[in-house]
Every structure is written in structure tokens, then in C-alpha cells.
Nanobody, 117 residues
């Protein structure tokens, strides 16, 4: 069973920064695309940023230039650096891992990010 362990999140003021990290439980990160999604109350869960196994990254338009996703050398940990946070970034953030061969999806338990003055 694959588990995702998240850390980070919290309450910050507009313009401040936060870092989210997610580690996959088994040393098999090199066969999983990993990324972050978020869900605000009453809204659907949307992709924020993804790190594909081959190194390509994808970002939602709303976070381009402010958020950066990175992955460590053994591909087991993905980090989302969030800068210039806005109140619209407030949501529950979920780590996702998708197996590249069979498409199986795994989700972390989620962490709350609140941006408020």
C-alpha cells in the first residue's frame, strides 16, 4: 500500500510564503508522477502543480510565477514552495501520486492553507 505523508501548511498573511512537502512511503518514487491539488469549500479539487517522472512540471495558470514544485534526487519527496500567497490560495491542499504504468492514484490526508490578514 502506498502512503503519502504531508507536512507544511498553516495560516499566513497575504504576500507571505509557505512550503508544503510530501513523501511517498516506499522507495518507488521513480514510477510515480507527484503533485499537489487543492480544494476550497464548495469547489472541485483542482491541480495546482505536478512533477512528472521525466522532469517536466505543470502549473495551474493562477499560480504560475508564484509557486514552484520540486522533487528530490530519489524522487520520493515533492515540495511545493508557495510565494506571494493570496487569499484565493486558501484551500485544503492534497498531495497526489499517480503510477505511470497503470494510472493508479493515491492521495495524502490533506493540509489546510489559509491566507488571511
Amino acid at each position: 500500500q502506498v502512503q503519502l505523508v504531508e507536512s507544511g501548511g498553516g495560516l499566513v498573511q497575504p504576500g507571505e510564503s509557505l512550503t508544503l512537502s510530501c513523501r511517498i512511503s516506499r522507495n518507488i518514487g521513480n514510477i510515480y508522477d507527484m503533485g499537489w491539488y487543492r480544494q476550497a469549500p464548495g469547489k472541485q479539487r483542482d491541480m495546482v502543480a505536478r512533477h512528472i517522472v521525466g522532469g517536466r512540471t505543470e502549473y495551474a495558470e493562477s499560480v504560475k510565477g508564484r509557486f514552484t514544485i520540486s522533487r528530490d534526487s530519489d524522487k520520493s519527496t515533492v515540495t511545493l514552495q508557495m510565494n506571494s500567497l493570496k487569499p484565493d490560495d486558501t484551500a485544503f491542499y492534497y498531495c497526489n501520486a499517480r503510477q505511470i504504468f497503470n494510472g493508479e492514484n493515491y492521495w495524502g490526508q490533506g493540509t489546510q492553507v489559509t491566507v488571511s490578514s
